[in-house]
């Protein structure tokens, strides 16, 4: 038999993530594998907490990884700070609020919802006016929204959750790293997010912080720990509802008693820990301006080539825009020819967007000035191509002009 070895194209990836993740953390992926209680290991995985604590902008001491993409952090959030019956509040704008509905409902929690239109952000008083009414246990509300490129202003509302004494979750996994983020500061109790977004790793490993509120609730569930089971019956709502995703656990495991809950899924803690060391090497607020020039920089360059931008512009998230498609240009097909001729991907979109709108995004190792104008060139040869009159070389002059205007440095 002879089975050629794995081969994947070169891609650029430049939809709204997975991204090409930095080169570095896919050389740390590669590392040798240890044993999961190796002195080595066990200082690398306190010293990965102790980046991502830098990355997060937080003192909290439970800052992890939990092994699973970025929902595994959503879920293992959800099912360990909720009980059934516990109230739980998703200001949704977008297809991600959705996804935390869904899963505080398989946690048989009261969801209660309110909804904006996609494009738009939720009001800080729509919030407020939910939360004195609804009253929840928690409030679960998506940073940035990759479905709509919303970015949820956050700073306000730790101090509102705090007032009413709700315990306040974010899912960070599209906007950490590229935009402001300060769980400290904002008053966060909870927050998840992954790598293959800004923080330009593979997806597999979701990063979590926890306040001490949040550990406090957690450590007030039940605990099931090696074969040993608290008092109470199998159907309390006091245990929590999940083994992977047992928080307490989680934390025993990851804390001074190491106790076993799973293996550390360890290349993806190799990956995780590289992806925090390039950004904090080359600076948490660098990365971050880095990320909002590069998006600055796609913005004009698709208003360069006579597209609309979708949605409220002055709350987009700086890591990736919504362009309507041209009238009458089959966006799939075009999108397809982007990839095949190009070898360049570009996103296409979910729910009330689907075929109205494509997702460029600029993120991690891509939130940089060659990638930003080659996907420009490109995008204007395909429209081209597909008959679309466009400005010659009007989306690569206006992108340079950004990157010209900008003092900020790539020093990836
Ligand atoms: C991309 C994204 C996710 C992705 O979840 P995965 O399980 O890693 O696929 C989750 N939440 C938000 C807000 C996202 O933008």
Known sequence: MNIAPLDPPARLLMGPGPISAYPSVLRAMSSPLIGQYDPFMTATMTETQELYRQVWATSNDAT????GTSRAGIEAAIVSLVKPGDRVLVPVFGRFGHLLAEIAERALAEVHTIEVEWGQVVPVSAIEEAIVRVKPHLLALVQGDTSTTMNQPLDEVGELCAKHGVLFYTDATASLGGN???ADAWGIDAATAGLQKCLGGPSGSAPITLSDRAVEVIRSRKRIEAGIREEGDESSPDFIRSNYFDLGMILDYWGPRRLNHHTEAT???YAARECARV???????????RHRVA????LAGVEGLGLTVFGDVAHKMNNVVAVEIPEGLPGDEARGALLEDFGIEIGTSFGPLHGRVWRIGTMGANARKDTVLTTLAALEAVLRRYGVSVPAGGGVEAAADVFAASSVREAM
């Open 295 to 298: 998006g600055a920089a796609m």
């Open 279 to 289: 950004m904090l090497t080359e600076g948490r607020s660098a990365v971050i301006d």
């Open 180 to 182: 402001e983020f300060d």
């Open 64 to 67: 992890l990884l939990i092994d």
């Open 267 to 269: 290349s993806m803690l």
